[in-house]
C-alpha cells in the first residue's frame, strides 16, 4: 500500500465550478498536511498546510483532514481558468515538520471559461 | 530575495555519459532536498542534505547517483553513465533551519534532463 494516494483525475470543470480533490494516507503518526500546486512545466509552490485534523481556510481554499479516516481535502470554491494545473498532496515524513515530503500522484485540474 | 536556483533548466546527455545538476537555495536557507518526477508520476524524494552533511539518502538509487552541498557553492546532484530511464524533472527544494513549526520547503524551477 502506498504511504500517500491520490486520483490523478484528469478533472475538468467549468468556470465557477466548486472542486473537490482528494487524498488517502496509511501512516496514523502522520501530522502535518500539505498541498502543492504546480503548473506546466514549473516547480510546485505550496498552497496550504494544516496541522492535525480540522479546516483551514484561505481565499477560495480549503484544506480538510480527517485522520479518523485518513483522508485530506482541498476545496476550491468559486474556481478560475487560472487554477488549471496539478494538484498535489504532500505529508513530510514521520509526522514531523521537515524532512522528506512524500508526494501523493498529483491531480490535474482544468477549468475552462 | 531571490528564489531558489537550478541550474541548466534543460539537460541532453547520450548514454554513458555524465549529468551535473545544481542548486543554489535561497538565501538563509541550509536545508536542501532532492526530488525526481518522472513522466506520469508524482515527485519522488531522492536525497536530504544540510551543509557539508548528507541527512537522508533514503530515496537515491544505489549506484550512479551521488549528491552533496559543500560549505561554499550549490547543492550538485551528479548522474554518472546516465541511461535512458534517468530522463526527468529534478527538482531542488530548501528550506530554512529546522524549528518548532512546519518550514516550508520552496522549490527550485527544475532541471529537465533528457538521455538520448
Known amino acids: 500500500q502506498k504511504e500517500v494516494e491520490q486520483d490523478p483525475g484528469p478533472l475538468s470543470v467549468p468556470e465557477g465550478a466548486i472542486v473537490s480533490l482528494n487524498c488517502t494516507y496509511s501512516?496514523?503518526?502522520?501530522?502535518?498536511f500539505m498541498w502543492y500546486r504546480q503548473y506546466s512545466r514549473k516547480g510546485p509552490e505550496l498552497l496550504m498546510y494544516?496541522?492535525?485534523?480540522g479546516n483551514k481556510e484561505d481565499g477560495r481554499f480549503t484544506a480538510q483532514v480527517d485522520k479518523s479516516s485518513k483522508y485530506i481535502s482541498l476545496f476550491i470554491r468559486d474556481s478560475q481558468p487560472s487554477d488549471s494545473a496539478t494538484y498535489l498532496c504532500a505529508i513530510p515524513a514521520g509526522g514531523t515538520s521537515y524532512g522528506k515530503l512524500t508526494f501523493g500522484q498529483g491531480t490535474i485540474l482544468t477549468v475552462h471559461p | 530575495n531571490a528564489g531558489v536556483m537550478q541550474n541548466p533548466r534543460h539537460l541532453v546527455r547520450r548514454r554513458g555519459q555524465e549529468a551535473r545538476l545544481r542548486c543554489s537555495p535561497m538565501k538563509g536557507h541550509s536545508h536542501v532536498y532532492w526530488y525526481r518526477q518522472l513522466p506520469e508520476e508524482g515527485l519522488k524524494f531522492m536525497v536530504y542534505l544540510q551543509k557539508e552533511n548528507i541527512i537522508d539518502e533514503s530515496g537515491m538509487p544505489k549506484e550512479r547517483f551521488s549528491a552533496e552541498f559543500p560549505k561554499e557553492g550549490p547543492s550538485i546532484l551528479r548522474i554518472q553513465q546516465v541511461v535512458r530511464g534517468d530522463s526527468a524533472a529534478y527538482f531542488c527544494?530548501?528550506?530554512?533551519?529546522?524549528?518548532?513549526?512546519?518550514?516550508?520547503?520552496?522549490f527550485g524551477p527544475g532541471t529537465r534532463l533528457t538521455v538520448l
Open positions: 501512516n496514523s503518526a502522520f501530522q502535518y
Open positions: 527544494a530548501s528550506s530554512p533551519i529546522q524549528g518548532s513549526s512546519y518550514n516550508e520547503q520552496f
Open positions: 494544516t496541522y492535525s485534523s
